[in-house]
């Protein structure tokens, strides 16, 4: 894997001598004022504009402003009314189409399939302002208001929906969102690097349909040329009898003539290159029909997602081929640095006045200092997305977006809010050699444990804390992002920097299950390792002086658990003193591991077969609440549920007024029963323990 050139080495397009906007124009007003007659690039987002580094369309806006374009936005139109997606007029190039920093579907909808009350990426958090499935909806409002102009879909709902994917929401698996999108090409993971090259091969003449050799792409097509070799990929990790034994050199193309989608003729061959193979997955009338299938599709697509040996997927779509390049070659620290300090105004755009925006309100005074996540945590949506090598910024690149915020934003109180991204502490941790991590397909680097070939040393990320917090006119540097602890307790320097400088009081950590069954289907470490931490943690906060707690979070139905995993995750909370006010329960978003777990019942960390492991799901309304139960296992409004629950699991002795019962057996007044329309019950704060582990509030029991 050679690195490319960088991202900001193309020549500029001619438009780069209309300079810099203050915004990126929303108007056709304000593209007047800039001396525009036509954007090039007209970017839509299911997002409120905010013209800082945290938010998507920001950064892609100014990057391809960089690279001489004339960009516009157009955040969150009205998508029942066509005219909202001609304000800007026709672009001339492209349009480039998103729902924003987040899917769309988790974003209205709670995990109970219930609408969110709130949107925090919509001024005064209003909810409503976008449609479900945005990527979908504007991308085909696009198109019916202008027809020719090509459309390139991106972001996070596009990434993870780029193959056939289980669909939460509809309980079904639904094809490419290419197909329903009426796209013409899908960028998926940190896009920066395609979109660039798509950006300026479009605007030297070159048609949408022949950009096809882009890393991060995807696209269809009619049919594959003879120059590739097939490969099915049930002979690559074959899903229990559904082939016969296959020679290892045998090599598959299709057969031009045959209409079969999955299985295409066969041509012997003991040699080839292997950047000429390409893997055949099952089409998405497999997927759709053999939950099996889905599981095995799930498992090669995350075994191809090494940049260093990933090769061209294919599936069958009808009488098309999805083609999916691989993924892209990460950002070199130098792309890194240019592109988080281009000229952003760090401010919502003027036309939103006074209103807030709680996402910008949240992140104001944060600085992003690295991308990816090596974890694998199979239902998390990260590694899918931005992939398991860490892109990282320059230390004094770091520092430079510090002082921007302390000089220039002019209700700064001194205080960072985070120095973070996807995790807290993988700044610059990475494989020890090259060689080894551009042939790896481990679909984690810290589990079952980590690594020998990882680096796991945190003086850089050290270092870096130090620095900044010794900035003049710099009062408190908070890390908001989530440690990730396991790798935490390999540097004790780093718990001891962390808890003595970085802690205001209370540190979010994410253990997710105490459980070995439910953690083994998360990729997540066992209990133990949090107790070392903590160890860690409680000892460096005494030294300091400083009073401080831990806050564990934990997701409840996850695949994998049972009611009494559940029941003995609640023990431990009230053993250790834990309260939880808000509490997660688990989403199966498009592409996770999870997900697969969740609509195959199978386990995808392995070959699948029709014979493999079966996995526990907690599907069905009643269950998921009963596991939410557990984990507010104080809320009287619970009670009721987790006594029928644990007498119908011989668990009826935890049933009492004692220390030693987990629920009491009388019902206050008022609480356990909610008929339609009633007011909704008071939140409970969040319960933390003192150092030595026992509860801070002696009213606890």
Not at 170 to 185: G, H, P, W, Y
Not at 354 to 381: E, L
Not at 384 to 396: A, K, L, V
Not at 571 to 590: C, T, Y
Request: contains cysteine; proline residues 7%; positive net charge.
């Amino acid at each position: 894997m050679n690195a490319p050139d960088s991202i900001f080495q193309y020549k500029k397009y001619w438009a780069k001598q209309f300079g810099t906007a203050p915004f990126l124009p929303m108007s056709k007003d304000e593209m007047d004022l800039l001396g525009w007659d036509q954007c090039d690039i007209v970017l839509v987002t299911g997002d409120a504009y905010v013209d800082h580094p945290s938010f998507g369309m920001a950064i892609v806006g100014r990057l391809l402003e960089n690279q001489g374009f004339r960009v516009g936005i157009i955040a969150q139109p009205d998508w029942h009314d066509l005219d909202a997606f001609k304000v800007l007029g026709a672009p001339k190039l492209f349009f480039g189409v998103t729902a924003g920093n987040m899917d769309s579907m988790v974003n209205r909808y709670t995990s109970d399939k219930k609408i969110r009350t709130d949107d925090a990426y919509t001024p005064n958090a209003a909810p409503g302002k976008r449609p479900d499935r945005s990527v979908i909806v504007y991308s085909q409002k696009v198109r019916q208001a202008y027809k020719k102009v090509p459309i390139i879909l991106g972001g996070i709902e596009a990434s993870l929906r780029r193959i056939a994917h289980y669909d939460y929401w509809s309980e079904k698996v639904r094809r490419s969102v290419l197909l329903d999108a009426k796209a013409d090409i899908l960028l998926f993971g940190n896009a920066e690097r395609a979109l660039v090259d798509v950006a300026h091969r479009i605007a030297a003449g070159t048609p949408i349909k022949e950009v096809t050799d882009i890393r991060g792409t995807v696209y269809l097509v009619d049919a594959i040329e003879s120059e590739w070799i097939e490969q099915d990929s049930t002979t690559l990790d074959k899903p229990g009898k559904l082939s016969p034994p296959v020679d290892p050199y045998q090599m598959m193309t299709p057969n031009p003539t045959k209409k079969s989608d999955d299985k295409p003729a066969i041509v012997h061959t003991k040699r080839h290159p292997r950047e000429r193979v390409i893997v055949r997955l099952p089409s998405y009338d497999t997927v759709r029909n053999d939950p099996i299938m889905y599981a095995h599709t799930s498992r090669v697509l995350h075994l191809e997602s090494n940049p260093g040996n990933a090769r061209i997927l294919v599936q069958r779509h009808g009488d098309r081929d999805l083609w999916i390049n691989p993924p892209p070659i990460p950002l070199e620290m130098a792309e890194m640095d240019q592109l988080y300090e281009l000229p952003y105004a760090r401010e919502p755009h003027p036309i939103y006045g006074k209103q807030k925006i709680p996402a910008f309100d949240m992140i104001r005074f944060s600085v992003t200092i690295q991308r990816g996540c090596f974890g694998g945590c199979t239902f998390c949506s990260i590694t899918e997305h931005e992939g398991r090598i860490i892109q990282n910024r320059s230390e004094n690149s770091i520092v430079r977006e510090v002082e921007h915020i302390r000089d220039k934003a002019s209700d700064f109180t001194g205080v960072i809010s985070d120095l973070g991204g996807p995790t807290a502490n993988m700044y610059r941790l990475a494989c020890k050699s090259k060689t080894i991590e551009t042939s790896c397909r481990k679909l984690s680097c810290v589990y079952p444990r980590i690594c020998p070939n990882l680096n796991t040393n945190h003086d850089s990320l050290i270092n870096l804390y130090r620095r900044v917090r010794s900035l003049s006119g710099i009062k408190k540097v908070l890390i908001g992002s989530g440690v990730r602890y396991d790798l935490a307790i390999e540097s004790p320097n780093y718990v001891k920097e962390l808890a003595q400088h970085h802690v205001g009081g209370y540190l979010k950590i994410a253990p997710e299950a105490i459980g070995d069954a439910p953690l083994s289907k998360m990729m997540k470490p066992g209990v133990g390792t949090y107790y070392r931490f903590k160890e860690l943690f409680d000892r460096y906060s005494k030294e300091a002086g400083k009073e401080q707690y831990l806050i564990p979070y934990f997701i409840a139905a996850h695949p994998g658990t049972t009611d009494e995993d559940m029941l003995n995750l609640a023990i431990w909370l009230k053993e250790n003193g834990f309260r939880a006010d808000q509490v997660q329960s688990f989403l199966p978003s498009p592409m996770a591991l999870a997900t697969a777990m969740y609509h195959s019942e199978k386990n995808p960390l392995r070959k699948v077969t029709h014979d493999s492991e079966n996995v526990t799901i907690p599907k069905g309304l009643r269950k998921r609440r009963l596991h939410k139960a557990f984990l507010r296992y104080h809320d009287p409004e619970n009670w009721p549920l987790l006594r029928d629950a644990l007498k119908k699991m011989g668990k009826a002795n935890l049933i009492g007024p004692g220390k030693k019962h987990l629920i009491p057996q009388y019902q206050p007044k008022g609480t356990g029963f909610k008929p339609e329309g009633a007011r909704k019950p008071k939140k409970y704060q969040v319960f933390r323990t003192t150092h030595n582990g026992l509860p801070k509030n002696p009213k606890m029991n």
